[in-house]
């Protein structure tokens, strides 16, 4: 076919649909005539290479801090190891981060490779040269076969929806993994974190000095973590927010997971360090993973407050569901604290700093927080956000899917989970068949037991009459009453946190309870044709002629008599 003579783009449809909403021009119209500005594009990568010759020997800058921790550089205490690494990071460029949201996510697992987090950490060098790989293959060891890879480096994966609530205490090899770095290996011999800052007398504590019972009572509890990014996929899709791929990575329902953590509770470790001392009111938790933000290293910081910490609500822990914690949950010692989004329960922990306020790094005072609606990449002040600690109540379906068709005799069978944070629990959940008109209660005996800390997973068999599109809602009541916003829109913030509105999924429903559904579907069986996708045509008759023409003949004629 003769080629065609146009100035469009090929995809200047798609475009123009918003499919592609990225390469959309930004339309100015505060002048007297619209002005079509063209997006920001990225040029060509540079380096410098002298300047980052004359930053020094990355292998001695960034060597291993302390024997027997691979993986592990201390940024923290060394502004000047700070400064050089920001040097090399400010002397080249890198990709910018890949466009995930104004665009199709890419069709692989993993779905996104990371590529500039793996390019600085090679950048940097040193001890953070071979920490993508050694991540990796922890994965690869550590993780279930089945596990949705959403990012492979810094590593960020859920398990699919079949297996998220297959088993009320997800196992360890499902559990979701969130990091911001890479995994540290860390032996077990050489291990200890220090505890300094605003307490009496710092101390230095082995994991046998926290396993001495006589010293430190155990502790053991049943917690569900949950990512404050949980559901963040249907934001995305309803509106693009922050694009960066590790802060917002496009996590479904299943960064959230249930295990028994064994450890202590972090209160005794302090009243052993002598107590707080002067404002000493929270607890900064330092990681030993490589963090970078705007050109910067650190390690991975947060913290929480001192009342949390006081209700021994805050563990210390080196096990869980009964193994040693796995190197990707932060072994040898996490901490866990239960009832907070997952960011506070800090992995590979090498300090806890006694200090006057919230941290101000970046993880704590940057990110995890909760914008109003008016603010976006424009106008945010980081003072705008509410810093995301306990999540609301939530619940999510895990089958049916979205778009799937179900075939069945009146009932829809659902499964699914519902949580609420800080020390609230699902009470009732609920689902709608018909958009959240209707509810029909889960019965208590099909939710599984309630905790102060964990989610309930949950499964019933939902009334559904009609046929075709319909929508089916969940929703849950936690113990003090709360309960779900009812759609995304509400609830939407530029950081794409916190998707804790009603989870809508619509599903193609045929009802085989119906007379002439059970004899078409009948005639698919006997044909041996498959019934999906109800997109590709019917490929014989619906009706016979004679039936046809009986029909005609009862109700004809087809148009009124103009009488
Ligand atoms: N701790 C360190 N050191 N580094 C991290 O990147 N991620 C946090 C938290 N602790 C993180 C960390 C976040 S955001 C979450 S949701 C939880 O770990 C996830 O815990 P998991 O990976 O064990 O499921």
Not at 161 to 173: A, M
Not at 438 to 461: C, F, G, H, I, Q
Not at 485 to 513: E, F, M, Q
Request: with cysteine.
């Amino acid at each position: 076919m003769p080629a065609i003579k146009t100035a469009n783009r090929p995809d200047e449809w798609k475009i123009e649909q918003g499919l592609s909403g990225a390469v959309l021009p930004v339309l100015d119209m505060t002048g007297p005539k619209t002005k079509a500005i063209p997006p920001q594009e990225f040029g060509k990568l540079t380096k410098d290479e002298d300047a980052i010759k004359a930053v020094g020997d990355r292998n001695k800058l960034f060597k291993a801090e302390r024997k027997g921790w691979k993986g592990y550089v201390e940024w923290e205490k060394y502004p000047e190891k700070k400064a050089a690494a920001h040097k090399i990071l400010t002397s080249q460029t890198f990709p910018p981060n890949p466009e995930f949201q104004l665009g199709p996510i890419p069709g692989t697992n993993p779905v996104l490779p990371g590529t500039h987090w793996k390019m600085w950490h090679h950048a940097i060098g040193g001890e953070l040269d071979a920490v993508p790989d050694d991540s990796w293959k922890l994965v690869l060891k550590e993780k279930h076969p089945d596990m949705l890879h959403l990012l492979q480096f810094p590593y960020n994966g859920e398990p699919p929806k079949r297996l998220v609530t297959d088993k009320e205490i997800t196992p360890n090899s499902l559990h979701f993994v969130r990091n911001h770095g890479g995994i540290p290996i860390i032996d077990k011999e050489n291990y200890s974190f220090t505890l300094d800052g605003l307490v009496a007398k710092p101390q230095t504590f082995t994991l046998d000095d926290l396993m001495d019972e006589s010293r430190f009572p155990r502790m053991e509890k049943y917690v569900t973590i949950q990512c404050s990014g949980t559901r963040r996929i249907e934001q995305i899709l309803k509106y693009p927010g922050q694009g960066d791929e590790v802060p917002q990575a496009p996590w479904a329902e299943g960064a959230i997971g249930t295990a028994k953590y064994v450890g202590i509770s972090l209160k005794k470790v302090i009243k052993a360090c002598g107590g707080l001392v002067g404002e000493g009111k929270h607890l900064e938790l330092y990681g030993a993973d490589t963090y970078f933000k705007d050109d910067k290293t650190m390690n991975y910081l947060v913290s929480v407050p001192w009342s949390k910490v006081k209700a021994n609500e805050v563990m210390l822990a080196w096990e869980m569901n009964g193994e040693p914690l796995p190197r990707i949950h932060g072994y040898p010692l996490r901490v866990v604290v239960l009832g907070y989004i997952g960011a506070r329960s800090v992995k590979w922990l090498y300090r806890i700093k006694a200090i006057e306020t919230p941290s101000w790094a970046p993880v704590q005072s940057q990110e995890y927080l909760y914008f109003p609606q008016q603010v976006g990449k424009h106008n945010f002040k980081l003072t705008d956000g509410i810093q995301i600690q306990e999540m609301p109540v939530s619940s999510a379906i895990m089958s049916p899917w979205t778009k799937q068709v179900v075939v069945h005799n009146g009932a829809i069978r659902c499964k699914g989970w519902a949580y609420s944070g800080g020390g609230r629990w699902p009470e009732r959940v609920e689902l709608s068949a018909d958009g959240g008109f209707n509810w029909y209660t889960v019965p208590l005996s099909k939710l599984s037991k309630k905790r102060a800390w964990t989610w309930r997973t949950w499964e019933m068999d939902l009334p559904c009459d009609v046929e075709g599109w319909v929508e089916i809602v969940c929703r849950c009541w936690d113990n003090a009453l709360n309960t779900q916003p009812p759609d995304v829109r509400t609830a939407w913030n530029w950081g794409l946190h916190v998707t804790s509105s009603c989870h809508r999924i619509s599903v193609y429903s045929v009802n085989k309870t119906k007379p002439l559904t059970r004899a078409r579907m009948d005639e698919f069986d006997e044909k041996g044709v498959p019934f999906g996708p109800i997109t590709v045509p019917l490929a014989w008759p619906s009706q016979g002629w004679d039936e046809y023409g009986e029909f005609w003949k009862k109700n004809g004629p087809r148009d009124a008599a103009d009488e």
